[in-house]
Nanobody
Framework: QVHLVESGGGKVQPGGSLRLSCAAS????????MGWYRQAPGKQRELVAA???????NYADTLKGRFTISRDGAKNTVYLQMNSLKPEDTAVYYC?????????????????WGQGTQVTVSS
């Protein structure tokens, strides 16, 4: 009942930048945390960054200073600004959102994943 639409992936040269977006829609009552994960070929999915409804952020230690997460609460949208990209940043990036839905006046917790967007850093 919560649908996520990601955009902004693509191919970029080393040192370049990309901005990912993820918009959540559906029977959303409230959103707690919005975040980005990534999964490179042959590796486990890992947290990139997350942001709470209050604006607190959490980043993977290796990405601090290069990646910035932000959100627009009114649009239920989370962004990931990625700068100084490196070949090792190549992966499928997934949006993750959790919160509460409301249907027929009943609230329920939800966790949703986006379909993933490919980011390729290569010369």
């Amino acid at each position: 009942q919560v649908h996520l639409v990601e955009s902004g992936g693509g191919k970029v040269q080393p040192g370049g930048s990309l901005r990912l977006s993820c918009a959540a829609s559906g029977s959303i009552f409230s959103i707690y945390t919005m975040g980005w994960y990534r999964q490179a070929p042959g590796k486990q999915r890992e947290l990139v960054a997350a942001i709470t409804s209050g604006g607190s952020t959490n980043y993977a230690d290796t990405l601090k200073g290069r990646f910035t997460i932000s959100r627009d609460g009114a649009k239920n949208t989370v962004y990931l600004q990625m700068n100084s990209l490196k070949p090792e940043d190549t992966a499928v990036y997934y949006c993750n959102v959790n919160g509460k839905t409301i249907v027929d006046e009943r609230r329920a917790d939800f966790v949703s994943w986006g379909q993933g967007t490919q980011v390729t850093v290569s010369s």
